[in-house]
T-cell receptor, first 115, second 114 residues
């Protein structure tokens, strides 16, 4: 499985933007970049995903480098409820894939948001 | 609202007991997954299923088995529970061609084996 590298932890202040980086230098052409987060005592929650182009949804934005070897999750205005562990994951997307889209979780980035 | 539900949030079992963890999804998804989560080790895939009665081993299948008799239900079985199976167990589901779709997780079952 292609691997991702994230910082162990990051801190932010409430109402400020947060940029969470992820390196995935061994990404293949059919891999989608997925982001999930896990709040304390809960199951992981989908945040956003993309393939090549930048993506926006109601929760966040995903900026993907042109060579696809890195990406950045952007929370535009952090709130206390955004404090969580954020996981960047590569997910096989090709029609001929055999992994059925299983997620391989790394250690993620622990995001602390200060009031 | 999409939903993945798990039969229990907390479970305490004795060593040697047979344990069933149930997961149900209401989204008509083909793919279902069982993970366990341990401090310092993150989430690890135990088994997954891509269709009724079909299953595939994940990264850590030893000591576990699964059953998928109906599309909406995926069960994880600990044939003879051991203390090293004390963990948080998470179920998830997703549509096929899964790379382009999100995976939905249940709330988790915290299992303690004494």
């Amino acid at each position: 499985d292609a691997k991702t590298t994230q910082p162990n932890s990051m801190e932010s202040n409430e109402e400020e933007p947060v940029h969470l980086p992820c390196n995935h230098s061994t990404i293949s052409g059919t891999d989608y970049i997925h982001w999930y987060r896990q709040l304390p005592s809960q199951g992981p929650e989908y945040v956003i995903h993309g393939l090549t182009s930048n993506v926006n949804n109601r929760m966040a934005s995903l900026a993907i480098a042109e060579d696809r070897k890195s990406s950045t999750l952007i929370l535009h205005r952090a709130t206390l409820r955004d404090a969580a562990v954020y996981y960047c994951i590569l997910r096989e997307g090709g029609a001929g894939g055999t992994s059925y889209g299983k997620l391989t979780f790394g250690q993620g980035t622990i995001l602390t948001v200060h009031p | 609202d999409v939903k993945v539900t798990q039969s229990s949030r907390y479970l305490v079992k004795r060593t040697g007991e047979k344990v069933f963890l149930e997961c149900v999804q209401d989204m008509d998804h083909e793919n279902m997954f069982w993970y366990r989560q341990d401090p310092g080790l993150g989430l690890r895939l135990i088994y997954f299923s891509y269709d009724v009665k079909m299953k595939e081993k994940g990264d850590i299948p030893e000591g576990y088995s699964v059953s998928r008799e109906k599309k909406e239900r995926f069960s994880l079985i600990l044939e003879s529970a051991s203390t090293n199976q004390t963990s948080m167990y998470l179920c998830a589901s997703s549509p096929p061609l899964a790379g382009s779709y999100e995976q939905y997780f249940g709330p988790g079952t915290r299992l303690t084996v004494t």
